[in-house]
Structure formats: C-alpha cells, structure tokens
C-alpha cells in the first residue's frame, strides 16, 4: 500500500516562503501522479497542485499560479511544494496526495492516497 508522509509545515509571515515535502513509500512511485491539496476552517478540501508520473506535466489552482511550485524527484520518491509570497488565505492543512494514472498526465481529481496533512499558517 502506498503511504505518504508530509513535513516542512509551520508558521510563516505574509510574503514570505515555505517549502512542503512529501515522501512516498511502499509502492512504485512512477506509477503515481502526484497532488497537494489544502483544508482551511471551515472550508473543503481544493486542489493545490499535481505533477505527472514523468514531470513533464504540471497543474496548479488559479489562486497559487505564479507562486507555487510543484516538482517531483523520481529517485528519492519525494514531492515538493514551493510555496511563495505567501499570503494569510494560504492558511490551511495541506495534504499530499497521490493517484494512479495509465498515462502521463497531472489531475485535479480523483486522488485514492493521502497523507495526514502538514499545517501552514500565515501571519498578516
């Protein structure tokens, strides 16, 4: 079974940068787009980011488009969310994911395995 573990969470002030890592255990990872996702209070979960199995395709949110950086390493098994200019509506628990997919594509949906979120706050 695929397990995801997220780490790099925390407090951050408003402009300022974070960085989430995702490692990825248990299952073939090139088998797997991967996806962040964020639950503020209150609020669903949305859809953040995805990167597909061989990278070349990226997706992201109209609101973190220009900030966000999604990148993956097919070596170590691990996804990264670059986080910048952040602003306090970037408040949320964000969760890495992973799906499935027969081709080489970066969904917005659909993600079976999840992790167990990494907080981020940030301060005005």
């Known amino acids: 079974q695929l397990q995801l573990v997220e780490s790099g969470g925390g407090l951050a002030q408003a402009g300022g940068s974070l960085t989430l890592s995702c490692a990825a255990s248990g299952r073939p990872f090139t088998d797997y787009a991967m996806g962040w996702f964020r639950e503020a209070p209150g609020k669903e979960r949305e859809f953040v980011a995805s990167?597909?199995?061989?990278?070349?395709?990226?997706n992201y949110a109209d609101s973190v488009k220009r900030r966000f950086t999604i990148s993956r390493d097919n070596v170590r098994n691990t996804v990264s969310l670059q986080m910048t200019h952040l602003k306090p509506e970037d408040t949320a628990l964000y969760y890495c994911?992973?799906?499935?997919?027969?081709?080489?594509?970066?969904?917005?949906?659909?993600?079976?395995?999840w992790g167990q979120g990494t907080q981020v706050t940030v301060s005005s």
């Open positions: 990167i597909s199995r061989a990278a070349r395709f990226t």
């Open positions: 994911a992973a799906r499935g997919t027969a081709t080489d594509f970066a969904p917005a949906r659909d993600y079976f395995h």
